[in-house]
């Protein structure tokens, strides 16, 4: 099974480009299943604030039966993790309990795909962040677990081995083709395949943030995704794909091609 989405959905430079112009806020999401045909969403706002129960019965409401949501997870518990005088990983256990108490309704309702745990270009593979990883993973017990990492210092076969080691799923980026970036490397390690395209800007280091994302993938490029996206999906009992290239709605474009391709 393929599930093909984008990474958010409520972005104010979709209005006239993806959705309709003079469409409200509130509407976005239902919009975003029922009339672009996306059955799985991966929500970015938990990076930035550890969220409510309330928002996320909010968005079930909002969508069918079926659909899933991935959750990325709070900053504390993938980039803001060290003491600042030691350097230290520090004890974040709280953190973890209230952002698994916000996932109770997704996962009482069958609509959690999984958690994703996206870490800083900052973080690379030592013992330390090893044993890091098992915590992290024991900590969410049974909820699905995918892991992304920004620096290419974890192409390394301990790394795979461990993912299958605790059952987590790797996540395979597709970014520009920059010394020290992950390269588009199609793994599976768990029984959940995982694809996350950033775009290819060449200026990824030297723009902000927001405009890091504008990038359109071209027909060929997307077709060249299709053969490895089959490989995980045999591999696996399910694979998701989202496209993070946000910037003006070129994920929504690039989503709605791919599942084209795939059809």
């Not at 959690?112 to 870490?119: E, P, S, Y």
């Not at 987590?168 to 020290?180: H, M, N, Q």
């Not at 989202?242 to 059809?263: D, I, K, P, T």
């Amino acid at each position: 099974m393929i599930r093909i989405g984008t990474s958010g959905f409520s972005f104010p430079d979709w209005k006239g480009t993806i959705y309709p112009k003079d469409i409200k806020d509130r509407d976005m999401l239902t919009y975003y299943e029922r009339d672009l045909g996306f059955k799985a969403l991966e929500v970015n706002f938990t990076y930035y604030t550890l969220p409510s129960q309330n928002s996320f019965i909010g968005m079930s409401k909002k969508t069918s039966e079926g659909f899933e949501f991935v959750v990325k997870c709070f900053k504390g518990m993938t980039h803001e993790i060290r003491d600042k005088g030691t350097k230290r990983i520090i004890d974040n256990r709280e953190i973890f309990d209230k952002f698994i108490y916000s996932l109770q309704p997704l996962v009482r309702e069958g609509k959690l795909g999984c958690v994703l745990a996206q870490f800083p270009y900052s973080f690379f593979p030592n013992s330390e962040s090893f044993a890091y990883l098992r915590s992290f993973k024991e900590r969410l017990g049974e909820i699905p677990l995918v892991m992304e990492f920004r620096n290419m210092y974890w192409l390394k076969d301990s790394t795979f081995s461990l993912l299958e080691e605790i059952g987590v799923g790797y996540c395979v980026v597709d970014e520009p083709k920059l010394p020290k970036l992950m390269p588009f490397i199609p793994k599976a390690t768990s029984e959940l395949g995982y694809f996350r395209l950033h775009g290819r800007n060449p200026n990824w280091f030297n723009v902000p943030t927001s405009v890091r994302y504008d990038y359109l993938y071209s027909e060929d490029e997307l077709r060249s995704f299709v053969q490895p996206i089959r490989e995980i999906e045999a591999r696996t009992g399910k694979t998701l794909i989202f496209f993070n290239n946000c910037h003006g709605g070129s994920a929504a474009r690039n989503a709605l091609e791919l599942v084209r391709m795939l059809s």
